[in-house]
Nanobody, 119 residues
Framework: VQLVESGGGLVQAGGSLRLSCAASGVTFSFNAMGWHRQAPGKQRELVASINSGGTSTNIADSVKGRFTISRGTAKNTMYLQMNSLKPEDTAVYYC?????????????WGQGTQVTVSS
């Protein structure tokens, strides 16, 4: 299973970016997907997560009202729309996916995409 993120880059404060995550090599739908980020010198933190049907989301307080997570129409795809970006949003953003199949839990991570917000 491979998760591939895209859409990161350099943007000025107040700008927007849209991150995408697409999975390959998996037959079943993930039970949950999410975005995490890690800034230099800080621990990785959860930004947002979404269930398989896209009906339930969890958004970190630090980005609530600015970021929106959604599932794509293609199976096992996910997006993060980031608006009103701030310099403190600068981090490597990682896609995460969880599958609960056949009595076991499988946890996958992408390699990350850099988001840099300039002031």
């Amino acid at each position: 299973v491979q998760l591939v993120e895209s859409g990161g880059g350099l943007v000025q404060a107040g700008g927007s970016l849209r991150l995408s995550c697409a999975a390959s090599g998996v037959t079943f739908s993930f039970n949950a997907m999410g975005w995490h980020r890690q800034a230099p010198g800080k621990q990785r933190e959860l930004v947002a997560s979404i269930n398989s049907g896209g009906t339930s989301t969890n958004i970190a307080d630090s980005v609530k009202g600015r970021f929106t997570i959604s599932r794509g129409t293609a199976k096992n795809t996910m997006y993060l729309q980031m608006n009103s970006l701030k310099p403190e949003d600068t981090a490597v953003y990682y896609c995460n996916a969880v599958g609960r199949w056949f009595g076991s839990q499988y946890d996958y991570w992408g390699q990350g995409t850099q988001v840099t917000v300039s002031s």
